[in-house]
């Protein structure tokens, strides 16, 4: 590992000139500390431990930092550039924080693969530094809405890759427009970063994610996904629901953790949120509150201004054109803004 160079925008580096140049930045206080982030990256990388330290990003429960093996990210590296046909000296761009796996892993690449790496700050606003154009970069959902604005500035990427939280109907629809082929990877930080990816554009568009190579799937009494992989020290049990089309091939549906039961009736939230994604603009999410009747009862929680009592009525009038009988909300209620993870994702327990 120590003998492995990397290519930061165009110049090559060996480790010692790496260790030189990371010591640099990362003392130096003026520089940003996204960057600051990069570079600690790479000195831990470098080190002689054969693991890095990582923080999950927290989605059902408090973020808490793990060990992951340095040789099984190496592993999850090949499957990548396998899967993309990532080739040495194809241009790579960092837009996402390097304090977390899948920034992490974009360094891990360029180092593995030969890649080029070039970075910029890990903001919505990411595409206003893009000049040239890039073979691959990774972002979040919140990234890909804003580059969304600017068609010109997608066009300088040949492949998108969107992780880190659920596409929603409104947003993939307008993800058809744009000429760079588009992603939609499954993964954490557990099975260190995508195990899964499904093309979300173009005549290859499909709701079920492809393993990568080696990976297959299984799903246990609850439908929750098991990842079965050669990279990783063991099998892993998700609390994610699936569609399983055979062991290599799956359709997301919800989180366990996140399904209502109201009335005896268990109602996966994501379904339902899918359903009426349509009718309602403003960012949204579907929860449950505690009800002594039903024990829990289903609210629809709207981000923004509340609506006057005409708009909500009219949209409760249109919501059960679309959802059945035991679905429709019992409440429609507003909030300023959601609490979200690092990635973007909706922290529906705080959303209430």
């Known amino acids: 590992m120590q003998n492995k160079t990397l290519t930061i925008e165009g110049i090559t580096y060996t480790p010692k000139e790496l260790f030189e140049i990371s010591g640099k930045i990362i003392l130096n206080p003026a520089e940003p500390e996204w960057k600051r982030d990069i570079f600690d990256f790479i ?63 974009m360094i891990v690449r360029a180092i593995v693969l030969g890649l080029d790496l070039h970075f910029v700050s890990p903001s919505s606003g990411f595409w206003k530094e893009i000049n040239s154009n890039f073979d691959f970069v990774a972002v979040v959902p919140l990234q890909i809405k ?15 890759l969107i992780g880190g939280a659920a596409l929603d109907t409104a947003l993939e629809n307008e993800l058809q427009q744009l000429s760079a082929a588009i992603f939609h990877s499954y993964g954490m930080t557990e099975t260190i970063t ?30 929750c996904l098991t990842v079965h992989t050669s990279h990783l020290d063991k099998n892993f049990t998700t609390n994610d629901i699936v569609q399983l089309q055979d062991k290599h091939h799956f359709k997301w549906l919800g989180r366990a953790d996140n399904v209502i039961n109201s009335g005896g009736i268990k109602i996966s939230p994501e379904i339902l949120e899918k359903k009426i994604a ?49 679905e429709n909300p019992k409440e429609i209620l507003f909030t300023n803004s959601f609490t979200e993870t690092s990635t973007g994702k909706i922290v529906r327990k705080n959303s209430i």
């Not at 349509?278 to 009747?293: E, W, Y």
């Open 278 to 326: 349509h009718l309602i603009k403003n960012r949204f999410c579907i929860a449950g509150i505690k009800d002594k009747t039903l024990g829990q009862k289903l609210v629809l929680i709207i981000e923004g201004t509340p609506f006057d009592k005409q708009t909500i009525k009219t949209l409760k009038n249109k919501i059960l054109e679309v959802v059945e009988k035991h």
């Open 194 to 223: 995508h195990v899964a990816i499904r093309t979300v554009n173009g005549k290859e568009h499909s709701e079920y994610y492809r393993a990568l190579s080696g990976i297959s799937f299984s799903v246990n009494r609850d439908n």
């Open 146 to 160: 804003t580059l969304l604005k600017h068609p010109a500035k997608a066009n300088y990427f040949k492949t998108i």
């Open 43 to 105: 000195l831990d990388w470098m080190d002689d431990r054969d693991f890095v330290e990582v923080k999950t990003s927290g989605t059902t429960g408090d973020p808490k930092t793990i060990k992951l093996s340095k040789k099984r990210m190496i592993a999850s590296a090949k499957l990548t550039g396998e899967y993309f046909d990532l080739l040495p000296e194809n241009r790579i761009l960092l837009s996402l924080p390097a304090k977390y796996i899948a920034g992490k892993m």
